[in-house]
């Protein structure tokens, strides 16, 4: 059990939901956003979702690809994710699921990315554009290092389907709320337990919920239906917007500390 499934039991135990957190390794640059991980880990995250700047994001909406440009015009790659991991890791022992397309894992080496990560510290990968039906190597080689792997879920999701994303995710499965983009929304879907309930009765594994969760209000309606809530966009453009500040770390610390409690039912 790596730390991504110890902290889900964990939290099963106490009765609560996982705060899942997603920034862009980078940026600002990659100094501050290993503060930032360091300051999301004291508000109250479970899981941090550590996304790796790639060229063309198909999945992310405007505020995430914004954030890759801004990474990768320092030159940041996968190599030196891994290395900003490792100087987490001495610092703080939260769970770290890294975020990434296939491109830049494919251009490493799955073999070598797997062992490298379990060296850096990381707890697993979740892999947006890769299938799980095609994903047998990538997943052979996470697990031979511990490793989860995270798979998405949609709302077009088939129950045939579900069961394969289920058998092959380890950690938690995450649902995509919404069709489209990741991207702040005005409101939570309407069908939203609805779905999570289908999912549940096809896994035993915690379901996470992402896309369109950006405040408080939101992550405490998904908390009474979800294992996990995850928040993206509006993290990440709030970053945007402080990214040349002084006291970075310590505001996103002040932004996320109401979602992570708004997560926890406090």
Excluded at 189 to 214: H, N, W, Y
């Amino acid at each position: 059990m790596n730390r991504i499934e110890a902290r889900f039991e964990q939290l099963k135990q106490r009765g609560e939901t996982a705060f899942i957190p997603f920034i862009t390794a980078g940026d600002p640059d990659l100094a501050a956003s290993e503060q930032v991980v360091l300051a999301l880990a004291e508000a109250g995250a479970d899981v941090i979702e550590f996304g790796v700047p790639f060229s063309d994001p198909v999945g992310d909406g405007p505020v995430i690809q914004e954030a890759s440009m801004r990474a990768l015009k320092h030159g940041i790659t996968l190599k030196d994710v891994l290395g900003s991991v490792k100087r987490v890791r001495e610092q703080s022992d939260v769970p770290i699921l890294l975020f990434s397309y296939y491109n830049p894992i494919l251009a490493y080496g799955v073999e070598q990315l797997a062992a490298d990560m379990a060296d850096a510290g990381a707890d697993g990968l979740l892999c947006v554009d890769l299938p799980p039906e095609e994903g047998a190597e990538y997943k052979a080689a996470l697990d031979a290092h511990g490793l989860c792997t995270v798979f998405l879920t949609a709302p077009t999701t088939t129950d045939a389907r579900l069961a394969v994303v289920s058998e092959r995710c380890t950690g938690f499965v995450y649902y995509v709320s919404q069709m489209g983009v990741t991207g702040e929304r005005a409101s939570v879907v309407a069908d939203l337990e609805q779905q999570v309930s289908r999912i549940k009765r096809l896994t035993a594994k915690p379901v996470a919920v992402g896309f369109g969760i950006s405040t408080p209000e939101h992550a405490r309606h998904v908390a009474g239906i979800a294992d996990g809530v995850v928040v993206g966009s509006a993290l990440v453009r709030f970053i945007g917007a402080h990214g040349s500040d002084a006291d970075l770390a310590r505001q996103v610390h002040d932004f996320a500390k109401p979602l992570a409690d708004a997560a926890k039912g406090r």
